[in-house]
């Protein structure tokens, strides 16, 4: 644990990317290495009060921009890019909420198509406070106001998708993207399958913290300065994103209808399960089954987003990808001390 | 809290019912009354071991039975029933989990009709130890076993439906029913609309523990004995079951797609925390975005179940239903005191 | 041909049904008889003009009244009941339509709850010319008016559910119930699964005619002077209704989401084709893929309901249980010949 | 009437293209311009005969190659392209049929994640018969042989996708795509909404025949020889392709699940409706309710696909496009004839 290669990425306005593929490395980096980097929030930074209304000041299809792609040496077809996050710290000391019109859960959409007008649209600014580690919620039509825990997170982290796609930054899928889930903090080690050479790494969307599903459409949205070591395993891609932290091996599904989300998730779950512990199929779909638990990350975006979650005391022994995790977290332990 | 009024019941196999909705009470009682209750598994207690496979010893629609239906005096339609968990422990040493043919989420179903043969049908038998709080996993085709914690629960607890419909025990909708929800462990306050006179409560379907999803369709299914405090609230019918414990606030939401049930959730979530704070209905829903949390209850069932979870620090000094559940825990601790 | 038997049915207001199951026979027929009977539209006649706002005059649950049951002598579990179609009339000389609060495709409801006010509740007043074979089109907010063809049929019809649940007339499922497939007109052959003894028929809801999917929630309500043969087949019950007239065989599916909905009746075609035509289930699937249409039936109850269909073409001279539709065809004929 | 400009467009098997978006056109033609292409079928040619297991004979992501894109000169985003369908012929006297692991509607999928082990996959080998119309089903486990109607229509066609994507050419979405359709066939004008300059257009996947929502996953698929004249009109871009023959006015949805492709689509009937009858929006949507047909396109693509149709009858004299199908139809008249 010696000596950490550090890079910086802090893109000009100019070099945000709006999409996952298609797009031409801002940095290439050796596996193991340390990124620095600075994410805008998912308006842009266009929306700093009230009257900055986001379907004002955003124009499509510039939302929701990415630091990125950055490429890894020696990333092919079928390997595992691992990408641990160190330290996300929100950037400025307010977060940005809003509606939109036909966004979010518990509104018609332009794909659960209706004949309601849209909701209202309004804006909700928070303070944050990151020594005290809250941030502030304060109600716009009544003097209610309380404060919730800080909790930085990032929602859209991915990598270029497969079959030559190219696809907007608010779409989560198999390749990551826009997943929206809380888990993506700090101590997370998040493993996404490579589709083209490099990989082609992007994140994007802080949130200071969000609520499980994120019903309104938006978390408390913030431009963050976020610190990762980006990893390289050889072969092992996953279908959908993977996350480990230090108490939980957790898989994604993206997708419709939601129950399609919950079972991609948990169908890997049940084979990683099997793999690690050399469990029969069925030994292993029955022990995710009374083990697991199943957060929703997303039900408001392009494709809804399902977590699962296996608590690694029911691992024993084993380790996921060779103990990568344990690495990865003694690396950003040096790092943090060094710094 | 000085007299407190206890009944048992313990229905004989005939007694078991089947359906919620369409049975006279067994019992009738005064709001406040302790009821010390038994159930049996899901599976009629008829699975002992590996060969009794469920679709040989289970006789259709003779699944999943119920002990009740408990008539509350005063309960009127519009009403609310409060049922407080005081206790629910195992009956036997010992739990039982299987697949089931076309049942569970990752196989097709009746509904998610396809056209592949059916998984094999598999039982598992797991050791329930009360005294060190775990029940022990064993795989069947390898030499793989673990230990989980218990968490007792029951799947199963809801009131006579509305509209004159009679529903079989194994579907959750806006009366509760198989919900399925880790959630409906000792401590909670579960509260359902009433919607005929009595309420009719029923409850089954204990779980020695759950995963969230119950991914393959069983849980560790186990007979309970169960202590809970049936209480009445006039008016104030939810829409679809709550749940209280110490810490959060929690709604539900049964239906299909999952999304739905989602939604139904986190609409009431958002209702309720609007009617506990006196906000505007955006504003509440934007608090609920950021706070909230959304695991999933059952992706199995004939209805799916989403659970919406507000932590009641959020809520500051607001009390649910005028502390109903404080006083339900005060009248849960005597009892056990007493006892 | 000879001797036809015929029995009427006509009930008073308070002899109307609002459920599937747990209901008495108003009267019980053999297999073979004809059976005249009327039905009341489903707001049970009480909108009448544009001021009758439906949830204003209607009261829940007494919704959606229903003409039954008719018991069938020596109708047993899993024998299967053939209902003919002969003639559907509407009883006036207008017909109602109407959306309603939270109900329909395209507008929030209960179930896809969301936090828009209801669309506006307003009523349509059709006039229906029966000897012209013409229903008409009024806009309300304009002078446009059209001529749309007269298509009688009935959007409820089925039997007492399995299980021994007791459900609302509004819900479609396996027993049939609230389909509202425009396909249920005369000249069709509904099959049903008995469930319990007598199978228990009733027949409710009649359109005047519907678009597919029914997508506002309500079609061209009417009263109805219908005609059908009650038959019975002993064995062959379908797992969801399945309908046959001159040019195809049909099944239905009734869940949600709607794909499932299609993958029950395409399903059910496979296993019918495959049956008909002594094919391997795999070459079944494959004609039905090519051969077969799949309109909506309604996109707006309780569960949704598509329809599967196969030209008869594709059977060469292979006939459905036996001829039983060319069967009662006739004996429709003989009917409406001596009447 | 007088001069057609004619184009050909027939690319060799490097031309391909296998996405929408990210592409330079092979061609660039005037609006009004006819264009003869070829067309591969979705294996590209490489299943020949019933051991040629598509698995095994075709890579991803080369499935479903397209000919295109076209560009039209002077498209702009927000313009409408018009794509009228003069001929579609079979390039050669048999077409292909498959099941495939993991695709199809009866069928656990990636999407739909379960444990079976796929489906046997298994190739059908189709007659064709251009003279006579029809094409020959042979079953593969018995005798049983049928002639089919002939039907050719293209499974795919759209333009290059909004927001900078480029997808995969089996993604159905508002680009068009792989709608799989049967409605798009000879005599059907589409319009397809111009999200880059010039369009883009794109055309693959011929069927000598399909059923609606193609339960299999694939249809008679089949080389074409097809005729289109490429029209523009400019504004008016449509949310998702709409078509028109002589008979029906026809919008589309493509989504999941499968209710959201069916409110896309009948909501854009409701806006069409309403647009070109002056109607009030509810109005609209009551005419659309009765008067509406709603069959399923596919069921078993990334995205399913509904169409909602009107009868033009219900238009009385108002024509959409300002009569843009009769003119392209003369078109095609003059084209045949001078043929």
Redesign the interface.
Known sequence: MTLLEVVSLRPTYHQYA??F??RRPLVTVRPGTIVELSTEDCFGGNVKGFDDLPSAVCE??YLNPVTGPIAVEGAEVGDTLAVHFVDISPARDWGI?S?FPHFG????T????????P??E?V?VYDLDVEAGVCR?R????D?S?E?PLDPMHGTVGVAP???????SITPGPHGGNMDTPEMRAGTTAYFGVNVAGGMLSIGDGHA????????????EAAMRTVIVVDLIKGGAP?SPRLENDAYLMTT?S??????A???S???L?DWTASL???????A????????????AN?CDTN?T?V?KLPKA?L?RQRAYEGRHDHLRAVAGAYLRER
Chains 1, 2, 3, 4 share one sequence.
């Open positions: 709006y999409t593929g298609g499509f299809p909420s509606t859960a518990l509104t018609a332009h794909t659960t198509a209706m004949l309601h007008a909701l209202e309004r909700w919620f109600a716009r039509k009544s209610f309380v919730l497969a079959g030559g796609e190219t696809l907007m913290r969000q609520g499980e599903g994120e019903v309104c459409g938006t978390a408390v279908v599904g997708a419709r209808p939601l129950e399609d919950y079972r991609i948990q169908r890997d049940v512990l050399d469990l029969d199929l069925l030994d779909y029955q022990l995710v089954s009374q083990a697991g638990l199943a957060p929703a039900v809804y399902m699962a029911t024993g």
